[in-house]
């Protein structure tokens, strides 16, 4: 099985607080997703802060 992540954040400031909880979720694993973590410029609506996309597969 493989899982892969897409994560967006609009601003610099929201990355601590993702980071934190992407921490304490995958803290017990010894076998991480792959990740990717891009800064956007914003999304349509102002009060969207972070987007994540979770692509699961068994192979």
Do not use: C, W
Request: no cysteine; aromatic share 12%; proline share 2%.
């Amino acid at each position: 099985m493989g899982v892969q992540n897409i994560v967006y954040v609009n601003y610099r400031l929201h990355l601590a607080g993702y980071m934190k909880v992407r921490d304490e979720v995958f803290k017990n694993k010894t076998i991480l997703p792959s990740s990717t973590l891009m800064l956007v410029s914003g999304f349509t609506k102002l009060k969207f802060k972070v987007k994540i996309e979770v692509l699961a597969s068994a192979f």
